[in-house]
Structure formats: C-alpha cells, structure tokens
C-alpha cells in the first residue's frame, strides 16, 4: 500500500514538473493513455480500455484548444490531477493484469519519473537553488528554449499538431477494430 500511495503521488509531481509548455503534460498524458488502452485491449481488461479510451478523448480536446489557442490552461490543479487520473489507471491495470505488465507500466511514466528525479538531483547538488523555487532547467523548457533561439518553434509545433491530428484518430480507430475482433 505504502509503495502505491507513493507511486501515484509521485507522478502526480512528476506531471505537475513537465507542465511547462502548452500542451506538454496533457499530449503526454493521452499518448499514455493510448498505448495502456492498446495494452488493456491486448489482455482482455476491457473495463480499462474503455476508461483509457474516454479520458484520452477528453484530454484530447484539451489539448487542442491548448496548444492551438493557448486560452485555457491545465494549471497546478489540473496536472495534479492528470497525474492522479494516469496514476490510478496504471496501478490498477497492473493489479488486474499479469504481472510483467507493471514493468511495461514504469516505463510509460519514464519521463516525468525521469525529469522529477533530475530536477531533485540538480537541486540537491546545486546548493543556489530551493528544492521548491521553479526554474528553467527542466529539460521541455530547454528544448522550447532551443526552438524559439533558432526561431522554428511555431513551425515545430505545427508539424507535430498535424501529426497528432491525422495520428491520434488513426490509433483509435486501429484500437477500436482491434476491439472488436476480440468481440
């Protein structure tokens, strides 16, 4: 109990750090989504194919009108509980399926666990800063700073809506007839 209550509220942190850039933590969120839905599918846990399928289309949406007009924004509260949502999904989809699929769990959240465990480091041993003060070292905002030195950001982010687009209802799609062959 103690390992999962500190599982989910790491990567509660750990969403809450890559929330940096418009649409960085909800894109991330709805990837993994998609690929536990596949995974879930795969093993016949139908109850989590559905939930991870509903969230992702709903994130989703989020996520456009985020990254395309930067009007709404996720804020604290809303990464806290993304991280919350994909915390709970992964923990119980480990529990309901085999075992080896908690392995294939930890490495969807290798990124945030990745950049949470790096900021601690950097600030551990960098004594100048505060383990709570924010700064702009984590690794989405220097690769935005990257983008926006070389003046390609906008273009980036373009190329990357438009793989989204056309990607995401091909995944759902894909995922959905695989779902009914199983049916």
């Known amino acids: 109990i103690i390992v999962t209550v500190l599982a989910i509220a790491g990567l509660s942190q750990a969403i809450n750090i890559i929330d940096g850039v418009n649409g960085l933590s909800s894109g991330y969120v709805v990837c993994v989504l998609l ?17 991870t ?7 989703f949406g989020f996520w456009l009108i985020n990254v395309l007009f930067g009007i709404v924004f996720l804020g ?5 509980f993304l991280g919350f949502l994909l915390a709970s999904l992964l923990v119980m989809f480990s529990f309901r399926n085999d075992n080896h699929l908690s ?3 930890a490495i969807l959240v290798l990124y945030p666990v990745y950049e949470t465990l790096r ?17 702009a070292l984590h690794l989405h905002s220097l690769v ?4 926006i030195k070389k003046k390609i950001s ?30």
């Open 119 to 135: 900021s601690m480091l950097r600030r551990v041993i960098n004594k100048n800063f505060k383990i709570h003060q924010p700064d």
């Open 35 to 51: 690929i536990l839905s596949w995974l879930a599918n795969i093993n016949g846990d139908i109850l989590i194919f559905k939930l």
């Open 53 to 59: 399928l509903l969230y992702a289309s709903a994130i």
């Open 76 to 80: 604290d509260g809303g990464a806290y």
């Open 103 to 105: 392995f294939s769990c």
């Open 154 to 183: 906008k273009l980036f982010y373009k190329k990357i809506l438009i793989f989204l687009v056309s990607f995401v209802p091909s995944i759902l799609t894909f995922v959905s007839v695989l779902t009914l062959q199983h049916n």
């Open 144 to 147: 935005n700073h990257y983008f």
